[in-house]
T-cell receptor, first 113, second 116 residues
Framework: GENVEQHPSTLSVQEGDSAVIKCTYSDSASNYFPWYKQELGKRPQLIIDIRSNVGEKKDQRIAVTLNKTAKHFSLHITETQPEDSAVYFCAAQEAGGYQKVTFGTGTKLQVIP | GAVVSQHPSWVICKSGTSVKIECRSLDFQATTMFWYRQFPKQSLMLMATSNEGSKATYEQGVEKDKFLINHASLTLSTLTVTSAHPEDSSFYIC????????????FGPGTRLLVL
């Protein structure tokens, strides 16, 4: 089955700095890679996703890159703000809504004002 | 956007009792729903895939006789924790994808279970 590794487990940055979270996956059949933000006690919320036919995707301060050959993908948050503080999970999935999602281990991001 | 609800949002029960958690897709149909368990400071671990009209598919290490899943309609899946014990205390979250097969999963708000 799929195995997703995520680093770092914790990350502290000063407000305004950038944050980078990296993930690797094992199953070459995975072709959809969502990123979720989870605040304490709440559901994961999709913040950005990327499909295997795309190398990079950007949405305002958030960007994701994918290297399918190397089986790794990264989340980049620029100009971090205190409200970005949360736990972030990467995930890997095969195409289709009926396919299960395999989550990474999570990164606790703390943005220091 | 698509909305998934869960009920109850939290439950406290005595050891040995059974607890039922409902997961509903409110504005879309879902042939498949997923049940996750999340312990404090850990990731979401998939427990089982719930398939409408057929048996659920359980992940390795998850006891199907302890975690009963029923997916009787395209908008409702239930997870019953039977004979709950303190080690079953956790945050249970369901998710669903739209019937059209898009990849995006919509998560319920979660159910926090505390077994005394």
């Amino acid at each position: 089955g799929e195995n997703v590794e995520q680093h770092p487990s914790t990350l502290s940055v000063q407000e305004g700095d950038s944050a980078v979270i990296k993930c690797t996956y094992s199953d070459s059949a995975s072709n959809y890679f969502p990123w979720y933000k989870q605040e304490l006690g709440k559901r994961p919320q999709l913040i950005i996703d990327i499909r295997s036919n795309v190398g990079e995707k950007k949405d305002q301060r958030i960007a994701v890159t994918l290297n399918k050959t190397a089986k790794h993908f990264s989340l980049h948050i620029t100009e971090t703000q205190p409200e970005d503080s949360a736990v972030y999970f990467c995930a890997a999935q095969e195409a289709g809504g009926y396919q299960k999602v395999t989550f990474g281990t999570g990164t606790k991001l703390q943005v220091i004002p | 956007g698509a909305v998934v609800s869960q009920h109850p949002s939290w439950v406290i029960c005595k050891s040995g009792t059974s607890v039922k958690i409902e997961c509903r897709s409110l504005d879309f149909q879902a042939t498949t729903m997923f049940w996750y368990r999340q312990f404090p400071k850990q990731s979401l671990m998939l427990m089982a895939t719930s398939n409408e009209g057929s048996k659920a598919t359980y992940e390795q290490g998850v006891e199907k006789d302890k975690f009963l899943i029923n997916h009787a309609s395209l908008t409702l899946s239930t997870l019953t924790v039977t004979s709950a014990h303190p080690e079953d205390s956790s945050f249970y979250i369901c998710s669903a994808g739209e019937i059209r097969g898009q990849e995006t999963q919509y998560f319920g708000p979660g159910t926090r279970l505390l077994v005394l």
